[in-house]
């Protein structure tokens, strides 16, 4: 059982990328997947969250209009799209799922973690 974040690389500002999170040795669509990230020398902050129940999603205001997320259930995958990207949001992403949430706003201390990506953005 695990999740697996790819994508990340390095960009200019405001360019974009799409990060997946694949999940193996379980199926996606009965759980809620959040994105988180950290910076080094920074917390790690909660970036997006797609909801076990109804498919809703969750940004903070950091990243709102600007990511988005969605799930593939035949593909049991959750990607990240983040457009007009600026060296703030340069972070090693995390994807990750707790079964007990509908929803993660916070980084779980039981569930399923992915290893991350990184994401720089400059230019």
């Known amino acids: 059982v695990q999740l697996q974040a790819s994508g990340g690389g390095l960009v200019q500002p405001g360019e974009s990328l799409r990060l997946s999170c694949v999940a193996s040795g379980f199926f996606l669509d009965y759980y809620a997947i959040g994105w988180f990230r950290q910076a080094p020398g920074k917390e790690r902050e909660w970036v997006s969250c797609?909801?076990?129940?109804?498919?809703?999603?969750y940004y903070p205001d950091s990243v709102k209009g600007r990511f988005t997320i969605s799930k593939d259930d035949a593909k049991n995958t959750v990607y990240l799209e983040m457009n007009a990207l600026k060296p703030d949001d340069t972070a090693k992403y995390y994807c990750?799922?707790?079964?007990?949430?509908?929803?993660?706003?916070?980084?779980?201390?039981?569930?399923?973690r992915g290893q991350g990506t990184q994401v720089t953005v400059s230019s």
């Open positions: 797609i909801s076990s129940t109804d498919g809703s999603t």
């Open positions: 990750a799922t707790d079964p007990s949430l509908p929803c993660l706003y916070s980084y779980p201390n039981n569930g399923v």
